[in-house]
T-cell receptor, first 115, second 110 residues
């Protein structure tokens, strides 16, 4: 079945530690996204990538980093510089087209907590 | 002011009721409008996707867009306990950035 796989489902971070969240898709989508979801707030965009080896900052990129070495994969690293990392992290993907839009499809998220 | 406003609820209805969920927005450039359903501890699932104004129906779900009022709605007919979830509206201008509402929690009581 085609879809987006996020792992792990739950992750705990110690003070001063970097952690990496995995996102893999087999939908052959060009664009991939990372969002953060906090209670009572809409999804906030962290980073997005339209093609391999290229990515752009979203609205809340500080304290996060990404890479896009393969079309299928878009890992997110939460660095120690992110002072409030506890949240539900969602990865999404969509087809990409100039001047057109396709809706995003989401994985089932990773819940990150601080130890 | 947020670009997209959505009442967080919770909204509680009896089984079989018609549910109306709504969002308002401020950016008149939005052209694509979506509704997602999110169950607890899961990712959002696309329910409806519409372009510009008008209605779209899919089974028990109807999406309405009124661009003149900057107002979108999702109607659920014959609501079921399995419809209990958080419903997120989303919209975009046609680029790569989608703006999401905060979500409305819906409870359908058996």
């Amino acid at each position: 079945d085609g879809g987006i796989t996020q792992s792990p489902k739950y992750l705990f971070r110690k003070e001063g530690q970097n952690v990496t969240l995995s996102c893999e898709q087999n939908l052959n989508h060009d664009a991939m996204y990372w969002y953060r979801q906090d209670p009572g707030q809409g999804l906030r965009l962290i980073y997005y990538s339209q093609i391999v080896n290229d990515f752009q900052k979203g609205d809340i990129a500080e304290g996060y980093s990404v890479s896009r070495e393969k079309k299928e994969s878009f890992p997110l690293t939460v660095t120690s510089a992110q002072k409030n990392p506890t949240a539900f992290y969602l990865c999404a993907s969509s087809t990409a087209g100039t001047g057109s839009n396709q809706p995003q499809h989401f994985g089932d998220g990773t819940r990150l907590s601080i130890l | 002011q947020k670009e997209v406003e959505q009442d967080p609820g919770p909204l509680s209805v009896p089984e079989g009721a018609i549910v109306s969920l709504n969002c308002t927005y401020s950016n008149s450039a939005f052209q694509y409008f979506m509704w997602y359903r999110q169950y607890s501890r899961k990712g959002p699932e696309l329910l409806m996707y519409t372009y510009s104004s008008g209605n779209k129906e899919d089974g028990r779900f109807t999406a309405q867009v009124d661009k003149s009022s900057k107002y979108i709605s999702l109607f659920i007919r014959d609501s079921q306990p399995s419809d209990s979830a958080t419903y997120l509206c989303a919209m975009e201008t046609g680029g790569f950035k989608t703006i999401f509402g905060a979500g409305t929690r819906l409870f359908v009581k058996a």
